[in-house]
């Protein structure tokens, strides 16, 4: 971080808004009823839509998301794996923003305005990250804060980012990032997987971003263990499945050429739109001494913004 070098808050900076943007919040389940009660219990008001995207759940998840929330869009998955219900989660959506949040009470909802903040403070992508200043986990491993750590690095190398925690998946990003992202969520039959539907959907998302030059902001992030049952990843399984997700995008283009039309997103308020403004809105976020916007917590990395890449339009 930059020294502090004003006092604007990024409140008084949203002049042109038209209206809120809608935001869809798309949670993946796997066996995750003990857990829903309280991750929908701390899910704030005023939210666009509530997806559920489940991956068959034996536990009677889909049940008890009815009964919490009964405007809750319930998708069921149609391959296997986390990276398939993304992919199915977010092809679902109609929202203006998507936030992507998991299911066992390791991703705290309560932050959900911060990744918003974010957003409509001109960030295309608002990327978790639990290894900055106001971020933190009481869940991951130490085994797997190590594996992060070298992924992590090697990511930076070979993408130009500068992330800090490569493996979250606590995102959050405006809907024109999607054609980016350029993810499949077609049927290929319940038991068939593709390329990202596993664990690696986060890395792939990630890198994704980066090689669309979108102009991405970490927010930090506290992980809590996760509440009842056990977590789906395999430590050194999935570890590789990333290390793999690192050569294979390194390698392809997929995500560089991607259409982006920011036009509803800054009609909403959102100002980035050139490099100058990536630098501006960097020292306005970076500035920020007023405790109440959460701007303040806001860690600022520019990543692959040398050259945001323009518009389409
Ligand atoms: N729909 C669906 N959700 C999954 C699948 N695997 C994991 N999840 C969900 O993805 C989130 C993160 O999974 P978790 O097992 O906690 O992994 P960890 O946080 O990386 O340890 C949780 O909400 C899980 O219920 C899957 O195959 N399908
Ligand atoms: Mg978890």
């Known amino acids: 971080m930059r020294p502090q070098q004003g006092t604007t808050t990024m409140t008084q900076t949203m002049t042109h808004r038209t209206s809120s943007p809608r935001i869809s919040v798309i949670i993946?389940?796997?066996?995750?009823?003990?857990?829903?009660?309280?991750?929908?219990?701390?899910?704030?008001?005023?939210?666009?839509?509530?997806?559920?995207?489940?991956?068959?759940?034996?536990?009677?998840?889909?049940?008890?998301?009815?009964?919490?929330?009964?405007?809750?869009?319930?998708?069921?998955?149609?391959?296997?794996?986390?990276?398939?219900?993304?992919?199915?989660?977010?092809?679902?959506?109609?929202?203006?923003?998507?936030?992507?949040?998991?299911?066992?009470?390791?991703?705290?909802?309560?932050?959900?305005?911060?990744?918003?903040?974010?957003?409509?403070?001109?960030?295309?992508?608002?990327?978790?990250?639990?290894?900055?200043?106001?971020?933190?986990?009481?869940?991951?491993?130490?085994?797997?804060?190590?594996?992060?750590?070298?992924?992590?690095?090697?990511?930076?190398?070979?993408?130009?980012?500068?992330?800090?925690?490569?493996?979250?998946?606590?995102?959050?990003?405006?809907a024109h990032c999607l054609p980016v992202l350029e993810l499949d969520a077609s049927d290929v039959g319940r038991n068939g997987k593709l390329w990202g539907d596993g664990f690696e959907i986060e890395t792939i998302i990630n890198t994704r971003v980066a090689k669309g030059k979108l102009v991405i902001i970490e927010v930090p992030s506290f992980e809590f263990p996760r509440i009842h049952g056990q977590s789906n990843l395999n430590t050194w399984r999935d570890g590789f499945r990333v290390l793999w997700a690192l050569v294979v995008e390194r390698a392809n283009g997929i995500g560089r050429a991607a259409p982006v039309d920011r036009t509803r997103a800054r009609a909403?308020?959102?100002?980035?739109?050139?490099?100058?403004?990536?630098?501006?809105?960097?020292?306005?976020?970076?500035?920020?001494?007023?405790?109440?916007?959460?701007a303040e917590l806001m860690a600022v990395s520019r990543i692959g913004m040398a050259e945001p890449r323009g518009d389409v339009a």
Not at 73 to 99: P, S, W, Y
Not at 268 to 294: F, Y
Request: hydrophobic residues 40%; glycine residues 10%.
């Open 28 to 174: 993946p389940t796997y066996n995750e009823a003990k857990n829903l009660p309280h991750v929908f219990g701390l899910l704030p008001e005023d939210l666009h839509e509530v997806i559920v995207v489940d991956g068959h759940s034996v536990d009677g998840t889909v049940d008890m998301a009815h009964s919490l929330r009964p405007d809750v869009v319930v998708v069921e998955q149609n391959r296997r794996g986390k990276g398939n219900a993304m992919a199915c989660g977010f092809a679902a959506a109609t929202g203006d923003i998507l936030v992507m949040l998991d299911a066992d009470g390791s991703a705290d909802p309560r932050e959900i305005p911060r990744f918003v903040a974010a957003l409509t403070g001109g960030a295309d992508f608002a990327k978790g990250t639990r290894f900055s200043r106001g971020g933190g986990s009481s869940d991951i491993t130490r085994t797997r804060a190590w594996g992060n750590r070298w992924l992590n690095r090697a990511a930076n190398v070979l993408f130009g980012t500068s992330y800090s925690d490569l493996c979250y998946g606590y995102n959050a990003f405006w």
């Open 268 to 294: 909403l308020g959102a100002t980035v739109s050139s490099a100058a403004d990536v630098e501006h809105m960097a020292d306005r976020v970076e500035g920020s001494r007023d405790l109440d916007t959460l």
